[in-house]
């Protein structure tokens, strides 16, 4: 069964640092999306990212951040300069579009630490 | 502001039980509901409803949507120590990302 899949799956890094978390989404997707989850929070949204463009964006989603599908295959997400409030994990999901509704389906996440 | 409000926030039952998890809602333009089962690490995708009164199955789970009440309730069976997880609602309103309550804990012991 195709799933979607995350590297790595486990990110130590110093503040300041730049990070890239890098994710396939299974392959006939045409929307995907970023979320994070703090420990012991909900999940948030981050990011959609449609037709090689951003759709939509949450407030979390600033400047130090950006999305990039470089190759047709891998959809990544940077943190150009880690704050220690970044550490969380980071999902990263794709979903095909039937009809209005989208079920979207996440990959293992990638467990951020900034220390 | 779409809001996701789940309960309760956690259930400790035995094995054999059967329990009914809650998910109410509001939101600008109601799209899907969706139930997720998160263990260890990541969502796991279970159903999605979009439409009001027609319960959605897989095996011992079943989900059901009132889009007059915005509500939904997960069901869940003869419970087996690895139904334990967080179950997760979201929402799908105007925009396509969705929106998450915090979660029931689910704990079933043996």
């Known amino acids: 069964e195709p799933e979607v899949t995350q590297t790595p799956s486990h990110q130590v890094t110093q503040m300041g640092q730049e990070v890239i978390l890098r994710c396939v989404p299974i392959s006939n997707h045409l929307y995907f999306y970023w979320y994070r989850q703090i420990l012991g929070q909900k999940v948030e949204f981050l990011v959609s990212?449609?037709?090689?463009?951003?759709?939509?964006k949450s407030e979390i989603f600033d400047d130090q951040f950006s999305v990039e599908r470089p190759d047709g295959s891998n959809f990544t997400l940077k943190i150009r300069s880690t704050k220690l409030e970044d550490s969380a994990m980071y999902f990263c999901?794709?979903?095909?579009?039937?009809?209005?509704?989208?079920?979207?389906?996440f990959g293992p996440g990638t467990r951020l630490t900034v220390t | 502001e779409d809001k996701v409000v789940q309960s309760p926030l956690s259930l400790v039952v035995h094995e054999g039980d059967t329990v009914t998890l809650n998910c109410s809602y509001e939101?600008?333009?109601?799209?899907?509901l969706l139930w997720y089962k998160q263990e260890k690490k990541a969502p796991t995708f279970l159903f999605m409803l979009t439409s009001s009164g027609i319960e959605k199955k897989s095996g011992r789970l079943s989900s059901i949507l009132d889009k007059k009440e915005l509500f939904s309730i997960l069901n869940i069976t003869a419970t087996q120590t690895g139904d334990s997880a967080i179950y997760l609602c979201?929402?799908?309103?105007?925009?396509?990302?969705?929106?998450f309550g915090s979660g029931t804990q689910l704990t079933v012991l043996p």
């Open positions: 999901a794709s979903s095909y579009p039937t009809g209005s509704s989208y079920e979207q389906y």
């Open positions: 979201a929402l799908t309103g105007s925009a396509r990302q969705l929106t």
């Open positions: 939101v600008t333009n109601f799209r899907s």
């Open positions: 990212f449609y037709n090689n463009e951003i759709s939509e």
